[in-house]
Structure formats: C-alpha cells, structure tokens
Nanobody
C-alpha cells in the first residue's frame, strides 16, 4: 500500500513563494510517474506538474516559469516549489503517483493516477 502525505500549504500574499512536500511511504518501487494537482472550490481537479523518471517534468501552461517539480529519492519526497504566486493559484494541492508504469501521453491526466494524498491548502491573497 502506497501512502502519500502532503505538507507546506499556507496563506501568502500575491508574489510570495511556497514549497510543498509530499512524503511517500509503503511500496515505492515502480513509481515512475509522480504529479501535483490542485482543486479550487467549485472547480475540477487539474494537473499542475508531473515528473516522469525518463521524460522529465511537465507543467500546466498556467504555472510554467513559476512552479518547479522535483524529488529527493533518498527521502522519498516529492516537492513543488511555487514562486510568484497569484490569487488564482489558491486551491487544495494534492500529490499523486502512478505505480507500475510511466506517465501517460498527457502526464497531467488525473484519471491515470492511482494513489493520492489528502491534500494541503494554499491560499494566495491579493
């Protein structure tokens, strides 16, 4: 069983930065695709960034140049560095993994991910 635990969410002013962390425990082998998603009230969950072991990082257009996904394999931790935050970035942020295969053609397709964390709240005020 794979368990994911996010942390690092907070309330910040526009233009500020946050770094989210996602610690993974349990069966972590064959986890070739990891991602960050977010969901604002009344909206669908959307992909923010994904990291494929071979293909590298992918980002939603709305966060390109501002967000960076990375991982520390030794610590089983996935990160999302978020800079120049905007009010529209406010949402619950979730980390997720695909176990057993690489990222799909659309790495930000939430339907492809089979393990999810509980989320961490990010609020950006103007």
């Amino acid at each position: 069983q794979v368990q994911l635990a996010e942390s690092g969410g907070d309330s910040v002013q526009a233009g500020g930065s946050l770094r989210l962390s996602c610690v993974v425990s349990g069966y972590t082998y064959s986890s070739y695709c990891k991602g960050w998603f977010r969901q604002a009230p009344g909206k669908e969950r959307e992909g923010v960034a994904a990291l494929d072991s071979e293909a590298g990082a992918s980002y939603a257009d709305s966060v390109k140049g501002r967000f960076t996904i990375s991982e520390d394999s030794a610590k089983n931790t996935l990160y999302l560095q978020m800079n120049n935050l905007k009010p529209e970035d406010s949402a619950m942020y979730y980390c997720a993994r695909i176990v057993g295969r690489y990222c799909p053609e659309d790495p930000l397709d939430r339907e492809a991910y089979n393990f999810w964390g509980q989320g961490t709240q990010v609020t950006v005020s103007s």
